[in-house]
């Protein structure tokens, strides 16, 4: 506040002390003669008595003395009275008591008794009210030279619905004071010095009221713009962080409360807009630094890591929807961008891989892996990028490792084993070999079926043969090892189930069913091809006797 402020509020103090409580040296009290003095006595009823104000004060004066009649013969008002005037008035009715004392005059005497008792309640009343003017003028000016705060604001504009006087607004504003500190959830030193102002102010004379308010007026005419710029201060103060915008809205419901009844609606919209704009002002500084972060990632596998981080950022979980929208746009254009350059990175990584069946294997593994990595981390764009180029690449490896695998499998040999073999080389390569483009899978895929089909021919007609073949002097084994049968004779046969368990016993040919039978059971099995199968057993035939 500005000096002229604090000086003008001090003549304005003074004019209000001026016109609450009479200093000495104001006009004389009249000297009234003994037969008015007497008539004041006989009309005084000390029981009768009116309070100085309406607002339901403590302090009453007899009701004559409250009156026009102690003007009348005085005058001055009683309430007006200094303590010269008080003093002059005691002595007046004093001096004319001795008077009709010595004149024996006894009516005269007995009611200048009565004034002068009444006098003495009249000292203490307005001693009361001298001291109770001299209370509020002191609390009136701390309340008015105390430094601003936010609550200060409320009290003043409540104090002033005090105007009309009455025991009912004062009640309202006691009330309201009240309420509005456990609003705002504490008692602040100016909330507490209102409602002292008030329970003074009801004990206050009714001609000592009507010159606070302006003050008041005047008071509140300077604490509003304080308050909308402190409280702006405040919201525009607000960090910018993450806690800085969870923070904001707390504070201007805060602020809203510690204002609301001090401000208007526009007034506290207004502060909304302030909080909106430094929210505006918060999000775009975090906006801004989360793009600045995205901007500096590396090209780098490890970049795409931590872009991937940047789309659960707490940052965006705190910002707004078209904020949060740009940031992941960002967020897409870097991730495509960094992408591109990672597959540009890992598309030189396929030159060593070497020209061979296993090099052809190990580019697979490493498309499918790289490939996968990639449009996690990148998207479908990159990843794609690096698959053809692996395509590409893994194809110019399968045509230069062609005739390798052509030899390969044309050195396996036409047996039941060969085959077996086959079918797993060719299921381990079919993978990489799948990838490949068109003309080159299929050199690939016709081959190994053409070989196929001549192992399967090869193998088929050794089992032809071999199904012609007599039982007796053969010898059927598992190929993983473990039974075996040997046909001794036309009828005779050898049981072997486990290794040293050998079991003698006869067979008989049933058409492709062999009938076994040993001194524990029967088993019967049937003729398929070179293998022998039933009771549990596959055997393939060993050797032809």
Not at 62 to 77: D, H, I, N, S, Y
Not at 231 to 250: C, F, V
Request: proline residues 5%.
């Amino acid at each position: 506040m500005d000096k002229g402020s604090i000086v003008a509020r001090g003549v304005a103090l003074a004019f209000c002390a001026g016109a609450l409580w009479p200093a000495a040296g104001a006009a004389a009290l009249k000297t009234a003669s003994c037969a008015e003095l007497v008539k004041l006595g006989q009309e005084l009823d000390p029981k009768q008595t009116t309070p100085v104000n309406a607002a339901g004060t403590r302090i009453a004066l007899a009701t004559l003395f409250a009156g026009p009649r102690m003007e009348q013969v005085f005058g001055k008002p009683a309430l007006s009275w200094t303590q010269e005037d008080m003093a002059a008035a005691v002595k007046n009715t004093g001096d004319c008591s001795n008077e009709a004392k010595k004149a024996k005059k006894v009516p005269e005497t007995q009611a200048l008794a009565v004034l002068w008792q009444g006098m003495g309640g009249l000292r203490s009343s307005l001693g009361a009210v001298a001291a109770t003017d001299q209370k509020l003028a002191q609390q009136l000016k701390s309340l008015l030279e105390a430094q601003p705060v936010r609550p200060s604001l409320v009290v003043f504009t409540t104090l002033l619905t005090a105007r009309e006087g009455t025991a009912a607004a004062l009640q309202a504003v006691d009330r309201s004071l009240k309420e509005h500190a456990n609003r705002v959830n504490g008692w602040h030193p100016v909330q507490t010095a209102g409602l002292n102002f008030v329970t003074t102010l009801r004990d206050a004379q009714s001609a000592s009221w009507a010159p606070i308010f302006p003050l008041i007026e005047k008071r509140l005419a300077e604490l509003r713009p304080w308050a909308i710029e402190d409280a702006a201060t405040a919201l525009n103060a607000t960090p910018e962080s993450i806690a800085g915008l969870r923070k904001l809205p707390q504070d201007l419901a805060r602020i809203k409360l510690e204002l609301t009844g001090g401000l208007g609606a526009a007034e506290l919209g207004g502060l909304d807009k302030v909080a909106a704009a430094r929210r505006d002002g918060i999000e775009e500084a975090l906006s801004a630094n989360e793009i600045a972060q995205i901007d500096a990632l590396p090209a780098t596998p490890q970049g795409l890591q931590m872009l991937r981080a940047a789309q659960q950022s707490q940052v965006k979980a705190a910002l707004s929807a078209p904020r949060v929208a740009a940031i992941d746009a960002r967020i897409a254009a870097k991730r495509e961008a960094v992408g591109n350059a990672v597959a540009d990175e890992q598309i030189k990584e396929l030159d060593r891989f070497p020209a061979t069946l296993a090099g052809l294997g190990e580019i697979d593994a490493f498309r499918v892996t790289t490939g996968r990595g990639i449009e996690q981390l990148a998207g479908a764009g990159p990843a794609q990028k690096f698959r053809e180029a692996a395509t590409k690449r893994a194809t110019k490896i399968g045509e230069e490792s062609f005739p390798a695998f052509r030899k390969a499998i044309a050195d396996m040999p036409a047996t039941e084993e060969g085959l077996k073999a086959f079918d797993a080389a060719v299921a381990e390569i079919r993978g990489p070999v799948g990838t490949l483009d068109a003309a080159v899978r299929s050199k690939y895929l016709d081959t190994a079926a053409k070989r196929r089909g001549e192992i399967v021919a090869a193998v088929a007609k050794e089992d032809a043969r071999l199904a012609k073949l007599p039982l007796s002097g053969a010898v059927f084994a598992d190929p993983d090892g473990g039974a075996k049968l040997e046909f001794r004779s036309r009828t005779k046969v050898y049981l072997t189930v486990a290794r040293d368990m050998t079991t003698e016993g006869s067979y008989e040919v049933d058409g492709d069913r062999v009938v076994i039978r040993t001194p524990r059971d029967n088993i019967v099995m049937k003729r398929d091809g070179g293998w022998l199968r039933g009771g549990g057993m596959d055997l393939r035939r060993q050797a032809e006797k």
